[in-house]
């Protein structure tokens, strides 16, 4: 990877959230956008016209905050770094302070009226995606797994299945009130993968994880064959635009990113160290491989072998760079190991 050409794109970057800045940040510092710009048109709680404070972008801006302080860093601009580390750490508190739910413990939408949204959406899983939470937020995920909640025969729903509204804007005109939308699946799933791992609970665990990814993989069919799009019914699968060719062309939801970070447990981050933390819970699978995947310039391969037949490299879960073993456990569990020192960046 090329340090010369991230640091290149910092006074853009910079640019770029000074716009958004310019344009959606409201008087008590939270940023502002329409439903419809956040890709997520007639939800229950949002509108193409009212100026509401919805956990997408601020979980955004946050995450853009954080990553222009990093890159600062990198390129040795020590005023820009404290100027967005700054930023950052304000807008969390904001989103900590002003769009969690007490009484519903859940991350909502506040109306540009001041009044918080009633309805439990998706995107209030969004701030877990850039672990903006803290432990005292973890009953959130409890609607993961309830039935009245988002959990559904074939997918995550958009909003909670019990709000009188669900389902009401009608059909195959983009409503992000309850139906299945792989964008939002995607997004649910990095968030839960990232509050198995990294916070102190008791809510979820890695067949949670596995259950719902297991659901998304079986949506990808139409006809019987390959497919994913738009969005779809939450009971019985159907694909909810048909035949419209804006639906056919819809693999964008990181499909492969999940398996790869997310189940194979190859989780990105810079420096030498490698982690890996599957979340295939123990005795689902026999054996898995996630083999020749190019990372910091060098191949990384992850075999996890029950019995230590598949592969004739032993039992256990198995990380290898460029050919040489650096971790093995004998147990799906966290292991890490270290890569050359040539792995910087040049």
């Not at 139409?222 to 969005?231: A, C, L, R, T």
């Amino acid at each position: 990877h090329n340090q010369a050409f991230v640091e290149d794109l910092l006074p853009d970057l910079v640019t770029d959230y000074q716009r958004w800045e310019s344009e959606k940040l409201l008087d008590n510092s939270l940023f502002w956008q329409y439903d419809v710009r956040d890709g997520m048109e007639e939800s229950i709680s949002g509108s193409r016209k009212r100026k509401n404070m919805r956990p997408t972008i601020n979980s955004y801006m946050f995450a853009n905050a954080r990553a222009i302080s990093a890159i600062a860093t990198m390129a040795g601009k020590s005023g820009i770094y404290r100027e967005y580390q700054s930023k950052a750490e304000d807008l969390k508190k904001l989103v900590l302070q002003n769009l969690w739910d007490e009484e519903s413990s859940f991350f909502k939408v506040k109306l540009d009226s001041g009044a918080m949204s009633d309805a439990r959406e998706a995107i209030g899983f969004i701030p877990w995606y850039f672990q903006i939470p803290t432990n005292d937020h973890n009953n959130a995920w409890t609607q993961v797994t309830d039935t009245s909640g988002f959990k559904a025969p074939k997918g995550l729903t958009t909003a909670e299945r019990r709000h009188p509204q669900f389902r009401s804007h009608g059909v195959g005109t983009c409503e992000w009130d309850g139906a299945v939308w792989p964008f939002a699946t995607s997004q649910t799933l990095v968030a839960m993968a990232n509050f198995i791992r990294n916070y102190d609970q008791s809510v979820l665990s890695p067949q949670d994880y596995f259950n719902a990814i297991l659901t998304y993989a079986g949506s990808h069919s139409k006809n019987g064959k390959p497919y994913i799009g738009e969005y779809h019914d939450e009971k019985n699968g159907e694909w909810l635009k048909g035949d419209n060719p804006r639906s056919r062309y819809y693999n964008h939801s990181t499909f492969c990113d999940l398996v790869i970070t997310g189940l194979a447990g190859l989780i990105p981050r810079s420096g030498a160290v490698i982690e890996v933390y599957p979340l295939v819970p123990p005795h689902s699978w026999q054996w898995f491989a996630l083999d020749r995947i190019e990372y910091h310039g060098h191949r990384v391969s992850v075999f996890w072998d029950a019995t230590g037949n598949k592969y004739q490299k032993g039992k256990g879960l198995f990380v290898y760079v460029d050919g040489r073993l650096i971790a093995h456990s004998p147990e799906l569990q966290r292991i890490s190991g270290k890569m050359e020192d040539n792995t910087k960046c040049h």
